[in-house]
């Protein structure tokens, strides 16, 4: 693999872009797409994501160079930022297009929530405004999805506002911790304005609203699996933020609580994917 190429998949958050791809394939499955569609919605999805990541590392490359993020391939030389712009363009504008194979609608909600999360990485990271563009964006996802089936249904309220919630979560838990380096540099979005605790307990009831959300909204009473995923949203977080302070007071860059949010994610799209009641 060559070193610009290594460099593109270190700078586009391989885990947050591998993580959303996976979610809407299998919610696209979930909800009854033919292969075609499958495919159509992971590669614009995919699209989306690689422009996000990598549009992130590009206007943050000043500062995380200041705090000596060098593991991030701006920072260590392993790409040129000429060449992550030029990707980072091509991705944004892949985006729409491939999204327009399954259908206007569907193309125009994912249009916007690639819009929504652009502007967080600029200029709203910096504003107590900071939250709103994660749960827009995450919001926009299971409505691409949906749109993108034939006849472009209209998504469920309860499925977008849990995906909304389930966004707004990540950020919480995303930002944790950078909370030091933002300081340096000057980011005060509203993780930092509540601060670490206040984060926390944010990013724990967002995540459970969103799984409650999935496990009431659909018609009929909750189902056993249902009720297991809001314990789930429970254990998870206390487990990532506990392996997280561990893994801090080794020195090293405590992550486990982001993972946690992806983790509950994909507990709950496995719970609508075996419920069978999303359209």
């Given at each position: 693999m060559s070193s610009s190429v290594l460099g593109l998949v270190k700078a586009s958050h391989p885990e947050p872009t591998a993580a959303v791809t996976a979610v809407a394939?299998?919610?696209?499955?979930?909800?009854?797409?033919?292969?075609?569609?499958?495919?159509?919605?992971l590669l614009a999805v995919l699209a989306s994501q690689l422009a996000v990541g990598w549009s992130n590392d590009l206007i943050d490359a000043d500062r995380d160079a200041t705090v000596g993020r060098t593991d991030k391939p701006l920072v260590s030389g392993g790409i040129r930022r000429r060449t992550l712009a030029r990707a980072a363009a091509a991705a944004a504008v892949a985006t729409p297009l491939v999204a327009l194979t399954?259908?206007?609608?569907?193309?125009?909600?994912?249009?916007?929530?690639?819009?929504?999360?652009?502007?967080?990485?600029?200029?709203?990271?910096?504003?107590?405004?900071?939250?709103?563009?994660?749960?827009?964006?995450?919001?926009?996802?299971?409505?691409?999805v949906v749109l993108a089936l034939p006849g472009a249904p209209?998504?469920?309220?309860?499925?977008?506002?849990?995906?909304?919630?389930?966004?707004a979560g990540a950020h919480f838990a995303n930002v944790l911790p950078d909370l030091a380096d933002d300081a340096r540099t000057g980011v005060r979005g509203l993780p930092h304005r509540l601060g670490p605790a206040g984060s926390r307990a944010a990013a724990a009831g967002l995540?459970?609203?969103?799984?409650?959300?999935?496990?009431?909204?659909?018609?009929g009473p909750p189902s056993w699996m249902g009720l297991s995923a809001v314990a789930a949203a429970v254990l998870v977080p206390a487990l990532g933020w506990y392996a997280g302070r561990a893994v801090a007071g080794s020195g090293g860059r405590p992550v486990a609580a982001f993972r946690a949010v992806m983790l509950v994610a994909l507990i709950d799209v496995v719970l609508l994917v075996a419920s069978g009641r999303v359209v």
């Open positions: 394939g299998l919610l696209a499955w979930g909800v009854g797409h033919r292969p075609a569609g499958i495919v159509a919605v399954t259908g206007a609608k569907a193309a125009l909600c994912l249009t916007l929530g690639l819009v929504s999360a652009l502007l967080y990485n600029w200029p709203l990271k910096s504003t107590s405004a900071s939250v709103l563009p994660y749960a827009f964006s995450f919001g926009s996802l299971p409505a691409f209209v998504p469920p309220v309860w499925l977008v506002a849990a995906a909304a919630c389930l966004g995540l459970l609203a969103a799984t409650v959300a999935l496990v009431v909204g659909p018609p």
